[in-house]
């Protein structure tokens, strides 16, 4: 399996999702926009989209953000979703995924940033990806805005903060407004970038100041989005015909 990632910004890391890819003996490829890397060209070898957030909206304009295109990040997902490959959204690509599919991205009731439990809706409980989360899961937030839903488009999981955390735009298809690929090495990076405007958020109620951040254990919440993707990609698997490698040991 080919995972392609799409990182805006170096300290938006893909975290999690590269160690699930490790440990699945998958290959990584990347385009870091933020180094001017290009999109790919062709999706052919590509198995799964995963377009990481970044401190973009879909609205920001190439003169506002030189090495950020949104309407050809679109593109390329909406040309996945059509070829029924696998594609997942983590924040502002959650965002990207509801505007490329037709839904106008919003801004979130709350800001959040930092580690806070999310709840899944009746869908959510009932659907096999996310059966092993249980009705509430402690995940990574950072933003103030959250994806669009298209006509057909499923919550799955919502906060107090912000009405729409994960969402299932179709079967091979989601949106995780959350971030639950973090690890102490991104919130690391993501302090590093931010430490100034996080010190002008201390009366915001879903906002962490650094050293909770810090404290934070991320593990169980990357130890659920593994079990996510390894759903999703027994899904696509089924869906085109492939055999999955084994996890390695």
Same mark, same amino acid.
């Given at each position: 399996?080919?995972?392609?990632?799409?990182?805006?910004?170096?300290?938006?890391?893909?975290?999690?999702?590269?160690?699930?890819?490790?440990?699945?003996?998958?290959?990584?490829?990347?385009?870091?926009?933020?180094?001017?890397?290009?999109?790919?060209?062709?999706? =052919?070898?590509?198995?799964?989209?995963?377009?990481?957030?970044?401190?973009?909206?879909?609205?920001?304009?190439?003169?506002?953000?030189?090495?950020?295109?949104?309407?050809?990040?679109?593109?390329?997902?909406?040309?996945?979703?059509?070829?029924?490959?696998?594609?997942?959204?983590?924040?502002?690509?959650?965002?990207?995924?509801?505007?490329?599919?037709?839904?106008?991205?919003?801004?979130?009731?709350?800001?959040?940033?930092?580690?806070?439990?999310?709840?899944?809706?009746?869908?959510?409980?009932?659907?096999?990806? +996310?059966?092993?989360?249980?009705?509430?899961?402690?995940?990574?937030?950072?933003?103030?805005?959250?994806?669009?839903?298209?006509?057909?488009?499923?919550?799955?999981?919502?906060?107090?903060?912000?009405?729409?955390?994960?969402? =299932?735009?179709? =079967?091979?298809?989601?949106?995780?407004?959350?971030?639950?690929? +973090?690890?102490?090495?991104?919130? =690391?990076?993501?302090?590093?970038?931010?430490?100034?405007?996080?010190?002008?958020?201390?009366?915001?109620? +879903?906002?962490?100041?650094?050293?909770?951040?810090?404290?934070?254990?991320?593990?169980?919440?990357?130890?659920?989005?593994?079990? +996510?993707?390894?759903?999703?990609?027994?899904?696509?698997?089924?869906?085109?015909?492939?055999?999955?490698?084994?996890?390695?040991?």
């Amino acid at each position: 399996m080919r995972v392609h990632f799409v990182v805006h910004e170096s300290f938006e890391a893909p975290g999690a999702y590269e160690a699930w890819v490790r440990d699945r003996g998958y290959e990584a490829t990347y385009s870091r926009v933020y180094a001017h890397e290009p999109l790919p060209q062709s999706i =052919e070898n590509i198995d799964l989209l995963v377009i990481m957030g970044g401190p973009q909206s879909p609205s920001t304009t190439r003169e506002e953000c030189p090495h950020f295109d949104a309407a050809s990040e679109c593109a390329l997902i909406a040309e996945f979703v059509a070829a029924r490959k696998a594609v997942v959204g983590v924040c502002l690509g959650a965002q990207l995924m509801g505007k490329a599919l037709g839904a106008r991205h919003e801004h979130s009731p709350e800001k959040e940033i930092g580690k806070f439990p999310i709840k899944l809706t009746t869908e959510g409980k009932a659907h096999v990806k +996310f059966a092993h989360f249980g009705d509430t899961v402690d995940v990574g937030h950072w933003h103030s805005d959250m994806p669009g839903l298209t006509a057909n488009a499923k919550i799955i999981a919502y906060s107090e903060g912000c009405p729409r955390q994960i969402i =299932e735009y179709g =079967e091979l298809a989601y949106g995780f407004q959350c971030h639950m690929e +973090f690890t102490l090495d991104v919130i =690391e990076l993501l302090i590093a970038a931010a430490e100034r405007e996080l010190a002008t958020l201390t009366n915001h109620r +879903f906002v962490q100041q650094p050293d909770a951040l810090r404290d934070n254990d991320y593990d169980v919440m990357n130890q659920n989005l593994f079990g +996510f993707l390894d759903k999703l990609m027994v899904a696509y698997a089924a869906n085109c015909g492939v055999t999955l490698n084994e996890p390695n040991a």
